[in-house]
């Protein structure tokens, strides 16, 4: 029986070539955005999932309500870990991580920079990081261990037999013995910690000046709770250890005019789990995603599959009319609509089956490409897991049933004797739904067009949008640890000083946008004025800074070597004159770090962050001894940027021979800063150009369907004397309908799900009234050229052929 099942599906599908060939194509492509999507969906919700603890690992952070609003801060002074772990009910384990970025790292005559962190001992037994050989009890034992992965002894040894061999680090400006007590394995990529090396926490930089102080703050802490401790009991049984370590700051906010916070205290100590980690912005490394943007793709994938069903259904129910006599033949000669039922749905697991075989042939080929494009590093092997495998075996199932259920069932309730006379056939039946789904469609890719103007010109606005400086035509170019920096700075201002298009040269410790080290960060101070706490943006400048980023100076003067006492003076910004109170801030003076520094200029705000957040109070001093620089930005006249580069880049080469990072154009470090839209506007916009494309199919289904039960009107109407284009608007005046309804449910939602995400903006577009009828106008031409098409097709014929039957 089922063999026959098999034998009549198959000769069906090769009898009607054209309608299979248009259920393959829809689905092929449904299934493989759908594998590529759930892939990286995947990637993203696994990640930190392979630590054996993960349910019981939190990192700490801080909450306060100041008068500026909420603030979250995963930093830690030095002190808290070890008192917590004597004062603190609940923990089992608690470890501090530091991140100092890179450290050069030296053996014989090689010298490499690694990324390397700071650790307690702890760390190891808290995290499941496999080591390849050394004990974790005895790993970190000595203050002067170090533990490498693979790839880090691969490169420094070129073997991984290399516990008990001696390497020297250079921290800070010294070379110093290390015997290296561990190999670990790579991290996996779903890993939020990512680095090359770790060493004891107590040789990181600062940790004897920060020994004893509470209000100085500069790596994170992670805790492992005891199997009967919840997070919540925890967070309640840390409010007297808060109260009685950080009295001073909870006076200030007292007195600032700071609100409590959910939990009726000022400062609350906040554990966030292991598995929220690379969907915060307190992440280690910072390259954590929005929580919402996996489920956005299994979302998108979810509709694609959505819309290539509707059309299997429409397309089924539009290739019923050439099969009436075959179902009556059937009912005729005993058929059960059971047997029918699955007769069709035999034929619809065909072609499931092959076009879900096909489509994940292709998903395996366009996989190295979507890596490329979307910045991932997917392997088509994670797909098959034993998890992941079934869901993919019940999904693919209940989408044959869907797909091939439902078209049997409406043809098994053919009247027989209408069927046999081949009058009478309508397909009444289902009509509702058919038209539910179609709008379900349209109103799918109203969404995601939508979204996809709204997204390019957010991203266009981020992109063009005056900054407060100039970034064209200014290079940055990353110092690193092999030349002092202050040397290097001096160097460049002399070598540089001979190339013509050369105009300025400047030095700071903060790149602007993201460059090509991959850092991006910024500093802030804390200190009291006029008894209140001021906290400000901290930027280490050098001279010719405003001129070289075109900076606007509103009042007082720039640093000038003409004046040595520069070195205790300060720039501000207008947001931190406005937070200071001061009408004429020129002159007035802070006490910072125990330091009196003087304002003598104010500059004009300017985006030092991304969009995402409005500008923040800036101080900007001029302090070689205390802040040295980390970049060097020089500002070309040039319209043969490539060439100039390539100059800078000699002379970079020349003052420092072991350069690892590249310069690269501020212009461009801005546009890094939002890879997250960029890789989201990608998404959305290739969702959106398959939606469309699959609709187009459904459209076409749709448009069939309604031409083959109107054949004979549309005989009659020619032979009474309607004009084509009558027939055309006849025959079109349906989808038009159609589209209508699902732009009238698509806008709002669109708008709301946009202005949701535009929300994470400081500064950002308001999706106009016109903006979503653009989008709806766009998929209303590309139906109506189907529609019109198949419209013109049937009103062309000629009426004796159609009326020929009656």
């Given at each position: 029986m089922i063999k026959n099942y098999f034998t009549i599906a198959f000769r069906n599908l090769l009898k009607h070539r054209l309608f299979t060939a248009v259920h393959v194509i829809g689905l092929t492509i449904?299934?493989?955005?759908?594998?590529?999507?759930f892939l990286a969906a995947v990637f993203d919700l696994?990640?930190?999932?392979?630590?054996?603890?993960?349910?019981k690992l939190y990192q700490v952070y801080f909450e306060t309500n100041p008068v500026t609003g909420k603030d979250e801060s995963a930093t830690m002074p030095v002190p808290?870990?070890?008192t917590?772990?004597?004062?603190?009910?609940?923990?089992?384990n608690i470890a501090r991580y530091g991140d100092a970025g890179g450290v050069l790292v030296r053996h014989g005559d090689k010298e490499i920079g690694m990324t390397t962190r700071f650790v307690d001992p702890s760390f190891l037994d808290m995290f499941s990081f496999p080591l390849i050989e050394g004990e974790k009890s005895s790993v970190l034992s000595d203050l002067k261990n170090i533990a490498l992965t693979e790839y880090a002894a691969e490169k420094l040894f070129g073997t991984l037999d290399i516990v008990g061999k001696q390497v020297e680090l250079n921290m800070q400006g010294t070379w110093e013995p290390y015997t290296v007590s561990g190999l670990l394995a790579d991290f996996p990529s779903n890993s939020t910690f990512q680095f090359d090396a770790f060493v004891r926490f107590e040789n990181y930089p600062g940790y004897l000046a920060g020994m004893d102080k509470w209000d100085w703050r500069n790596h994170t802490v992670y805790v492992e709770l005891l199997d009967q401790v919840s997070a919540a009991q925890f967070q309640e049984d840390s409010k007297a250890f808060i109260g009685k370590y950080f009295k001073s700051e909870i006076d200030n906010l007292k007195r600032d005019g700071a609100q409590v916070n959910g939990d009726g205290a000022y400062k609350s100590l906040k554990l966030l789990p292991l598995s929220e980690m690379?969907?915060?912005s307190m992440s280690p490394g910072g390259s954590h995603v929005a929580s919402f943007f996996p489920w956005m793709l299994l979302i998108i994938s979810a509709l694609i599959l959505f819309i290539a069903c509707t059309n299997f259904?429409?397309?089924?129910?539009?290739?019923?009319?050439?099969?009436?006599k075959e179902i009556g033949m059937r009912k005729t000669l005993g058929a059960r609509p059971f047997q029918l039922v699955v007769q069709f749905w035999m034929e619809a697991f065909l072609i499931c089956l092959f076009s879900f075989l096909v489509g994940a042939a292709l998903a395996w080929a366009i996989l190295p490409q979507f890596n490329a494009l979307m910045a991932y590093n997917l392997q088509f092997g994670e797909l098959i897991t034993l998890q992941n495998s079934l869901l993919l075996l019940i999904f693919f199932f209940v989408v044959t049933l869907a797909a091939g259920a439902y078209p049997g069932f409406v043809m098994t309730r053919f009247n027989l004797m209408n069927v046999l006379r081949g009058t009478g056939i309508r397909l009444d039946s289902g009509k509702n739904l058919r038209k539910a789904l179609s709008v379900g469609q349209f109103a799918i890719a109203i969404i995601l067009v939508i979204s996809t103007l709204v997204v390019v010109q957010q991203i266009n606005f981020m992109n063009t949008k005056p900054l407060g400086y100039n970034k064209s035509g200014v290079v940055s170019i990353p110092i690193g640890n092999h030349i002092d920096p202050e040397v290097a700075l001096q160097r460049m201002r002399t070598e540089l000083a001979a190339l013509p298009e050369v105009t300025s040269v400047t030095g700071t410790d903060v790149n602007m946008g993201m460059g090509l080290d991959g850092a991006s960060m910024t500093s802030k101070m804390g200190f009291d004025y006029q008894s209140r706490h001021i906290t400000t943006n901290w930027l280490r400048v050098d001279y010719d800074y405003l001129k070289t980023m075109e900076i606007d100076l509103l009042e007082g003067r720039d640093f000038s070597r003409s004046f040595s006492t520069d070195t205790t003076s300060v720039l501000i910004n207008e947001q931190m004159a406005a937070l200071l109170g001061e009408e004429n801030p020129i002159g007035k003076t802070l006490d910072i770090s125990g330091e009196d520094l003087t304002i003598i200029g104010v500059v004009n705000d300017f985006n030092f962050k991304t969009l995402h957040s409005e500008v923040e109070p800036l101080t900007m001093c001029l302090q070689p001894s205390n802040w040295p620089v980390s970049y060097i930005f020089v500002r070309l006249n040039s319209d043969a940027l490539s060439h100039s580069m390539a100059s800078i880049e000699n002379v970079w080469k020349s003052v420092n021979p072991k350069y690892e990072s590249n310069p690269s154009f501020l212009d461009e470090n801005t546009q890094r800063m939002y890879e997250k839209e960029q890789r989201l506007s990608k998404i959305i916009v290739n969702g959106a150009v398959f939606a469309i494309f699959i609709s187009c199919l459904g459209l076409f289904a749709l448009a069939l369907l309604m031409m083959n039960q109107r054949v004979k009107e549309i005989g009659v109407r020619k032979v009474l004397g309607a004009k084509v284009s009558t027939i055309v608007y006849l025959l079109s005046g349906d989808f038009v309908r159609l589209i209508g309804i699902a732009f009238i449910l698509a806008a709002p939602l669109a708008w709301w799900i946009m202005n949701q995400w535009l929300d994470n903006f400081a500064y950002r577009i308001d999706v106009s009234v016109w903006l979503m009828i653009v989008g709806g106008i766009i998929v209303l031409f590309v139906a109506m050229l189907i529609v019109v098409t198949q419209s013109l097709r049937a009103a062309m014929v000629n009426p004796v052929k159609s009326l020929r039957t009656e």
């Open positions: 449904a299934f493989a955005m759908a594998v590529v999507l696994s990640f930190d999932g392979f630590h054996v603890k993960k349910d808290f870990a070890p917590a772990e004597d004062e603190l009910k609940g923990l089992a690379h969907f915060n259904i429409n397309l089924s129910l539009a290739s019923s009319f050439t099969r009436t």
